[in-house]
């Protein structure tokens, strides 16, 4: 089955822990996103990556860091500088195409939630 | 910057009803515009996806519309099932070469009652 798998489903932090949220996708997808839930909160973007070996910042990226080594894979990091971290982490990808004219359709894992105890 | 607002928030319908969802967006430079349906505590299902030139999409009883010069999208949802019971999320893309950033709204909470 092709698509994109987050793990852990359910995440626990302490605090001035950094944990690292894993995303893997089977689509042959260049670009790559992380988005925060909060309730009562649309998505915001926290990185994004359009190739291997390259990602940007998006709105929100304090406190965060990636890395996109394969092509398949886009880990978040949360850091201890992540001062409000418990929140619903959903991975993203997208693909694109030209025909008939240049597009890009983005895609979503089940999602973690993270929570600091 | 690009804000994206949904109205109503929540809405309840008898099973059958046909039902409007509306999008609205501040910036009419996008590139693309995509409805979502998240089930609780699941990630997001692609819906549909308008490109900015066009005008609707359609897929099954669901039909999205786009009218950019006046930064609105609504989701037609015909003969409305309890199972289409879920939040609808609105996103506009902003192109960055072969990516797209979505900006999203914060969603209606649809239930279709029995």
């Known amino acids: 089955d092709g698509g994109i798998t987050q793990s852990p489903k359910y995440l626990f932090r302490k605090e001035g822990q950094n944990v690292t949220l894993s995303c893997e996708q089977n689509?042959?997808?260049?670009?790559m996103y992380w988005y925060r839930q909060d309730p009562g909160q649309g998505l915001r973007l926290i990185y994004y990556?359009?190739?291997?070996?390259?990602?940007q910042k998006g709105d929100i990226a304090e406190g965060y860091s990636v890395s996109r080594e394969k092509k398949e894979s886009f880990p978040l990091t949360v850091t201890s500088a992540q001062k409000n971290p418990t929140a619903f982490y959903l991975c993203?990808?997208?693909?694109?195409?030209?025909?008939?004219?240049?597009?890009?359709?983005?895609?979503f894992g089940q999602g973690t939630r993270l929570t600091v105890v | 910057k690009q804000e994206v607002t949904q109205i109503p928030a929540a809405l309840s319908v008898p099973e059958g009803e046909n039902l409007v969802l509306n999008c609205s967006f501040t910036d009419s430079a996008i590139y693309n515009l995509q409805w979502f349906r998240q089930d609780p505590g699941k990630g997001l299902t692609s819906l549909l996806l308008i490109q900015s030139s066009q005008r609707e999409q359609t897929s099954g009883r669901l039909n999205a519309s786009l009218d950019k010069s006046s930064g609105r999208s609504t989701l037609y949802i015909a003969a409305s099932q309890p199972g289409d019971s879920a939040t609808y999320l609105c996103?506009?893309?902003?192109?960055?070469?072969?990516?797209?950033?979505?900006?999203f709204g914060t969603g209606t909470r649809l239930q279709v009652t029995l």
């Open positions: 689509l042959n997808h260049d670009a």
């Open positions: 996103a506009v893309g902003a192109n960055t070469g072969t990516a797209s950033k979505l900006t």
């Open positions: 993203a990808s997208s693909t694109f195409g030209s025909s008939p004219l240049p597009y890009t359709e983005a895609f």
């Open positions: 990556s359009q190739i291997v070996n390259d990602f």
